[in-house]
């Protein structure tokens, strides 16, 4: 297995064509360094990670500040990693982000420790929209969301939520991650979107945080729309599962795919995440205004005072 430090530069673009064909793309006995990791990951695009939004925080490892350890295991002052072992429900990992709020459009999961009992899915939304009826695609796009934070967050019950000591404050460096944006009054995103890089539609669903919605621009119930993305999206057909195993990197396209996780069984289990853009292989993303920076850190200073 050829590593992917030593790809040339037309390996590496038929890599990325394969990610933004299928959503995600796996590279499997790797067996990297953080240092090589991240200077793979350099070479596809940004991986600075202390944008004002988030931040760095407990989780990041000082020599490497831009990856973030996943795992049950102490870091730094924190009881364990990033989300702990709690099961996770399907997110993107731009949050309460809506279209064009968010860079790091790939996310990397490094498996450095496997718990075979953990299972990772993929829910690819481009892969859905594509074989829907044309009623069905016009149906959802008119379809608009509001995007918040919610009580749960990703976590299956609130209990999980509380539990999770790696989300909170540690001596105030990881307040930025209390709030990176807040939508207000009848701000909205359109639920179907086009992706910079590959013109085609994608449906942008982030279930923990659909504040509100509407269609044909009238209020209707987040519950009912709800539902209605479930029963759409979360099919087998669409999803595809993971266990990771040692050497393992799996990066995702967050407009394409959502992921959810099982709970972690083992404390054997330690992945290092990346998150990064398309920027230094394929250029800059249309659809992202770097002014929205601003915007995120006015809207955290609120949310934090409340």
């Given at each position: 297995?050829?590593?992917?430090?030593?790809?040339t530069?037309?390996e590496?673009?038929?890599?990325?064509?394969?990610?933004?064909?299928n959503?995600?793309?796996?590279?499997?006995?790797?067996?990297?360094t953080?240092?090589?990791?991240?200077?793979?990951?350099?070479?596809?695009?940004?991986?600075?990670?202390?944008?004002?939004?988030?931040?760095?925080m407990e989780?990041?490892?000082?020599?490497?500040?831009?990856?973030?350890i996943?795992?049950?295991q102490?870091?730094?002052?924190?009881p364990?990693?990033?989300?702990g072992?709690?099961?996770?429900v399907?997110?993107?990992?731009?949050?309460?982000?809506?279209?064009?709020e968010?860079?790091?459009?790939?996310?990397?999961?490094?498996?450095?420790?496997?718990c075979?009992?953990?299972?990772l899915?993929?829910?690819n939304?481009?892969?859905?929209?594509?074989?829907?009826?044309?009623?069905?695609?016009?149906?959802?796009?008119?379809?608009?969301?509001?995007?918040n934070?919610?009580?749960?967050?990703?976590?299956?019950?609130?209990?999980?939520?509380?539990?999770?000591?790696?989300?909170k404050?540690?001596?105030?460096a990881?307040?930025?991650?209390?709030?990176?944006?807040?939508?207000?009054?009848?701000?909205?995103?359109?639920?179907?979107?086009?992706?910079?890089y590959?013109?085609?539609?994608?449906m942008?669903?982030q279930?923990?945080?659909?504040d509100?919605?509407w269609?044909?621009?009238?209020?209707?119930?987040?519950?009912e729309?709800?539902?209605?993305?479930?029963?759409?999206?979360?099919?087998?057909?669409?999803?595809?599962?993971?266990?990771?195993r040692?050497?393992?990197?799996l990066?995702?396209?967050?407009?394409?795919?959502?992921?959810?996780?099982?709970?972690?069984?083992?404390?054997?289990?330690?992945i290092?995440?990346?998150?990064?853009?398309?920027?230094?292989?394929?250029?800059?993303?249309?659809?992202?205004?770097?002014?929205?920076?601003?915007?995120?850190?006015?809207?955290?200073?609120?949310?934090?005072?409340?």
């Amino acid at each position: 297995m050829k590593k992917i430090t030593e790809y040339t530069d037309k390996e590496l673009r038929e890599a990325v064509d394969i990610l933004l064909d299928n959503g995600h793309v796996m590279f499997h006995e790797q067996y990297l360094t953080q240092d090589e990791l991240i200077e793979f990951c350099r070479r596809i695009g940004d991986t600075n990670d202390s944008n004002p939004s988030m931040g760095h925080m407990e989780f990041n490892p000082k020599d490497n500040p831009d990856l973030s350890i996943i795992t049950t295991q102490p870091v730094g002052k924190s009881p364990h990693g990033m989300f702990g072992p709690t099961d996770l429900v399907y997110h993107g990992d731009g949050g309460m982000c809506h279209f064009g709020e968010f860079k790091e459009l790939l996310t990397g999961l490094y498996c450095v420790g496997s718990c075979p009992d953990t299972v990772l899915s993929l829910l690819n939304t481009n892969k859905a929209f594509t074989e829907f009826s044309e009623e069905e695609k016009e149906y959802w796009r008119n379809v608009e969301t509001q995007l918040n934070m919610k009580e749960k967050g990703i976590y299956g019950t609130i209990e999980e939520k509380n539990r999770d000591g790696s989300m909170k404050a540690i001596d105030g460096a990881q307040e930025a991650y209390k709030c990176p944006i807040y939508h207000y009054g009848d701000e909205r995103q359109n639920v179907v979107n086009i992706h910079p890089y590959t013109g085609k539609e994608f449906m942008l669903w982030q279930p923990a945080f659909v504040d509100k919605a509407w269609y044909k621009g009238e209020p209707i119930s987040v519950d009912e729309i709800q539902d209605k993305f479930r029963k759409a999206l979360v099919r087998g057909k669409n999803i595809t599962d993971f266990v990771l195993r040692e050497g393992d990197f799996l990066i995702c396209d967050q407009y394409y795919t959502l992921h959810r996780r099982s709970w972690v069984q083992s404390s054997d289990r330690v992945i290092w995440r990346p998150a990064f853009d398309y920027s230094n292989i394929l250029g800059p993303d249309s659809a992202y205004n770097p002014s929205i920076e601003d915007k995120k850190y006015i809207s955290r200073q609120k949310a934090n005072k409340v």
